[in-house]
């Protein structure tokens, strides 16, 4: 079964706009945790943000700021004033604290465009 | 800076050729991973190390196999490619302690195809 949904598949925005990206998860654990990474063109992911189950305290980080809660099991992400440099691929994953302490599970990706 | 290399941006090769995909890290992780990336799936791991010679199979270990002889390297074995296996793969590595807690490093990937 999916354990981590991500139902956009493309966006595509103008510069300065705000972009979402949503992610719903499922998890039977009391403790776990959630990370976004991204996936420029280049090819390498890079880990952005993680959060445990414990925290749903929501935060911002420059033009990163996301939004857990464990009622609708979302772990969304926003970047505020989009720039061309945030044209990537996004990934929400889940990892499970006691399954396979080592395996993190993906999401399909959303693929984002920012256009000039 | 965590590096994770990987040995090929790019590949062909033919049906039923062995391959050897590399992977190097040079941050002492205990942990290293095989993915592959297909659209609209996302990243499926393959095989997992979590120490020299040790292995696991991870979700779709089918048509793969991997070597871990040193700690830094961890070798991605198409024992006879087939043209399903076209994809991205991508290796990662992580500390071990608080496994499920430490993010991933990931290497840029090489994209494989299979003629």
């Known amino acids: 079964a999916q354990k981590v949904t991500q139902a956009q598949t493309e966006i595509s925005v103008v510069e300065k706009e705000d972009v979402t990206l949503d992610c719903v998860y499922e998890t039977r654990d009391t403790t776990y945790y959630l990370f976004w990474y991204k996936q420029p063109p280049s090819g390498e992911l890079v880990f952005l943000i993680r959060?445990?189950?414990?925290?749903?305290q929501n935060e911002i980080s420059g033009r990163y700021s996301w939004n857990f809660q464990k009622s609708t099991s979302s772990f969304n992400f926003t970047i505020t004033a989009s720039q061309v440099v945030d044209s990537a691929v996004y990934f929400c994953a889940l990892s499970e604290a006691s399954g396979d302490d080592y395996k993190l599970s993906f999401g399909a990706g959303t693929t984002v465009t920012v256009r000039a | 800076d965590v590096k994770v290399t990987q040995s090929s941006r790019y590949l062909v090769k033919r049906t039923g050729e062995k391959v050897f995909l590399e992977c190097v890290q040079d941050m002492d992780h205990e942990n290293m991973f095989w993915y592959r990336q297909d659209p609209g799936l996302g990243l499926r791991l393959i095989y997992f190390s979590y120490d020299v010679k040790m292995k696991e199979k991870g979700d779709i270990p089918e048509g793969y196999s991997v070597s871990r002889e040193k700690k830094e390297r961890f070798s991605l074995i198409l024992e006879s490619a087939s043209t399903n296996q076209t994809s991205m793969y991508l290796c990662?590595?992580?500390?071990?302690?608080?496994?499920?807690?430490?993010?991933?490093?990931f290497g840029p990937g090489t994209r494989l195809t299979v003629l």
């Open positions: 990662a590595s992580s500390l071990q302690a608080g496994s499920s807690y430490n993010e991933q490093f």
């Open positions: 959060r445990n189950s414990f925290d749903e």
